[in-house]
Nanobody, 120 residues
Framework: QVQPVESGGGLVQAGGSLRLSCVAS????????MGWFRQAPGKEREIVAA????????YYADSVKGRFTISRDNAKNTVYLQMNSLKPEDTAVYYC?????????????WGQGTQVTVSS
């Protein structure tokens, strides 16, 4: 079992950058694929990016390709989301999630979320 805890959200102007971090407790972190999801007001939750347990495979939503980068440090039980060239439409609550398998596996454990607000 792992318990993700996100941090790093905040208010940023359009064009700016933020780095989200997710620390997951549990000795089996390195066996889980990890993903970042987001949910904007009035919208369904959507996947933003995902990374395999080894870091060798990644996935990005079309809306963030070329702007966001997901990475992980298994020695620190941490996954990151570097967000550059932020746009107002990136405003959402961002959630970190752990999947027991590949990046295509439905997440089993979720964090509480961190708010990202991008002003125009």
């Amino acid at each position: 079992q792992v318990q993700p805890v996100e941090s790093g959200g905040g208010l940023v102007q359009a064009g700016g950058s933020l780095r989200l971090s997710c620390v997951a407790s549990g000795r089996t972190f390195s066996t889980y694929a990890m993903g970042w999801f987001r949910q904007a007001p009035g919208k369904e939750r959507e996947i933003v990016a995902a990374i395999s347990w080894s870091g060798g495979s990644t996935y990005y939503a079309d809306s963030v390709k070329g702007r966001f980068t997901i990475s992980r440090d298994n020695a620190k039980n941490t996954v990151y989301l570097q967000m550059n060239s932020l746009k107002p439409e990136d405003t959402a609550v961002y959630y970190c999630a752990a999947s027991p398998g590949t990046i295509a596996t439905t997440p089993r454990y979720w964090g509480q979320g961190t708010q990202v607000t991008v002003s125009s």
